[in-house]
């Protein structure tokens, strides 16, 4: 039992330095380029904190704080914003990614796995009629009938905006 | 006859799954909050050379099943289903079948039958073969094992709270404790009318993505060949889910006092396996090791009749030659029950994951 205990103590320790993120740094590049994290406008929360978008599209809170469901918008490969949700969000590779949501579905800590996209006004059309949704766009394709998330306190094209 | 049963069982969800799709059109099926029917399915072939006194060669491992399909907003059904190869036939079993409502994400009930979270390698990966490292569970919970309960036939309430710096989980559960068989749930109803009661909880901190460290409880009468004792179990796990490392190690405590007194026993049980995928660019590789060991009391009135002293090592390597499949090749190293002789062995291991995902 003692050699279990030093060889779980040994590997963890390893292990957590490896495993110990931060922050994500926001890239030095103009505002064009940011993501818009939107949901529908019914949406009774208007700024997140980065942990809680990270645990929104992680699958972990599935609730709104009003309670109601949660329903995650993920666009479709290959578009630039989902390559900067997965680097930036979930700091997962394509393959990683996946086997991260088919693992999640098949332990049944969530009820599905999220929403597929393939376009932007898809994106658009969802978010604005569906009651809970939340999802991401190119911040110069936001329209009306959406309400545009704070990260942290600011709004895309802001200095310190996490998904630059 | 049975096989064509067990066929159409394995495939009506796939085959239901297309219809709400295309009877609705894309929007229809998608502008909804239920959520939708997902399936997913796990196979596993096998080739094995083994000083064990087993059958050696190509090993049809399980073909699993998975089901998830929302009834409601928040009502949600899971179902898993395996088909495994015997000698003469295949056996189908329902692995899992829980119907489950939730409340929010610090409140849901389900009721059904479930893999026992008392272990935290039997939540993990259920019978996703793909999804493990190894080729085959620790033998503290291999499919079948006798030293901890596999499955739990009851109602379970369960929750978390993500937001929590510490990330924290629960699960509280009553059910029917082990059946007749005592490697089996108690299907068909309680054999001593004493409900087993199950509690766990669990860390996910939220600064150290993929680290889940956990305990577990689990109180319940057990009965084998008019040999009634209480059984307690005490668990915790730890588990370090990112690839580098990845470090899963689970202990358990499993403590038996016969009825109407008698010497009270322990059985240790404990794995511990670490894994690295190598850098690029030759990441499709992942070495891997582990080792284990159960421990039975020689008068556990349960367990000592069956053998379940086991002493084990392994190493071996995975290869993802593809997104959803993999290649496990492991040597492993092994003493059962009291042999003298360590038993070695070598397995060969494909294993992929399927479906609508």
Redesign the interface.
């Known amino acids: 039992m003692r050699a279990l205990l030093r060889c779980t103590v040994v590997l963890g320790c390893l292990g957590l330095s490896s495993a110990v993120l931060g922050p994500p740094e926001a890239a030095a590049q103009g505002p064009a380029s940011a993501i818009a994290i939107v949901a529908n406008p019914r949406t009774t929360t208007s700024d997140l904190s980065f942990l809680e978008l990270r645990k929104i599209f992680l699958g972990e809170k599935q609730f709104w704080d009003d309670n109601s469901r949660i329903v995650l918008l993920v666009r479709a490969p290959v578009a630039r914003e989902r390559d900067v949700v997965l680097t930036k969000i979930y700091r997962m590779g394509e393959a990683e990614f996946q086997q991260y949501w088919i693992a999640k579905v098949f332990r049944a800590e969530v009820s599905s796995k999220p929403k597929i996209v393939y376009s932007s006004d898809m994106t658009s059309e969802l978010v604005t009629v569906l009651p809970g949704a939340i999802g991401f766009l190119p911040a110069d394709e936001v329209g009306s009938g959406m309400k545009v998330m704070r990260i942290n306190g600011k709004l895309p094209g802001e200095a310190g905006y996490p998904l630059q | 006859m049975r096989r064509l049963r067990a066929t159409i069982m394995l495939c009506a969800p796939l085959l239901l799954s297309d219809i709400p799709a295309a009877a609705q059109g894309l ?1 229809g099926h ?4 239920v ?2 029917t ?1 399936i ?1 399915g796990f196979a596993d072939i096998n080739y094995v050379e083994t000083e064990r006194r087993v059958d050696e060669g190509f090993v049809l491992g399980q073909l699993a099943g ?1 089901v ?1 399909t ?1 009834l409601s ?2 009502l ?1 059904f ?1 179902g898993e289903v395996s088909a495994t190869a015997r000698p003469d036939e295949y056996r189908i079993e329902v692995e ?1 079948l ?1 119907l ?1 409502y ?1 409340f ?2 610090q409140l849901k009930l389900s009721g059904g039958r479930y893999h026992n979270p008392v272990s935290y390698w039997n ?2 990966f ?1 019978h ?1 073969l793909w ?1 493990q490292t190894s080729v085959s569970r620790p033998e503290m919970i291999k499919f079948g094992s006798r030293v901890l309960p596999v499955h739990f036939v009851g109602l379970q309430v369960e929750g ?1 709270f ?2 929590s710096s510490l ?1 924290l989980g629960y699960a509280g559960a009553v059910g029917n404790g082990r059946g007749d068989d005592i490697s089996r749930g108690g299907d068909s109803g309680d054999i001593n009318q004493n409900r087993a009661l199950l509690a766990t909880v669990y860390s ?1 901190p ?6 889940q460290v956990g305990a577990g409880a689990y109180l319940d009468k057990a009965s084998a060949d008019a040999v009634d004792v209480d059984e307690q179990i005490f668990s915790a796990h ?1 588990a ?1 889910t ?4 990845e ?1 899963l ?1 689970e ?1 358990a405590r499993i403590r038996h006092e016969p009825d109407g007194g008698g010497i009270t026993t322990d059985t ?1 049980a ?1 794995y ?1 396996q ?1 894994a690295y995928r190598l850098p690029l660019p030759v990441d499709a590789f992942k070495p891997y090791a582990r ?1 284990e060991r159960i421990a039975v009391d020689d008068g556990d009135p349960l367990f000592a009749p069956f053998g379940l002293d086991y002493r084990g090592f392994l190493v071996g390597i995975r290869y ?1 030659f593809a ?2 499949a993999a290649l496990k090749l492991e040597y492993r190293d092994e003493r059962f029950a009291d042999d003298e002789e360590r038993e070695k062995s070598l397995w060969a291991q494909a294993s992929f ?1 399927f479906g609508e ?1």
């Open positions: 929007a998608e502008a909804t909050a959520p939708p997902t997913l998975h998830s929302g907003e928040r949600t899971f899992r829980i489950r939730d929010s994400d939540t993990a259920h996703g999804l978390g993500p937001l990330g996910r939220a600064h150290l993505f993929g680290l730890v370090l990112r690839e580098r490392p470090i190690g202990y240790d404990w511990l670490a080792v993802d997104s959803l994951a995902h």
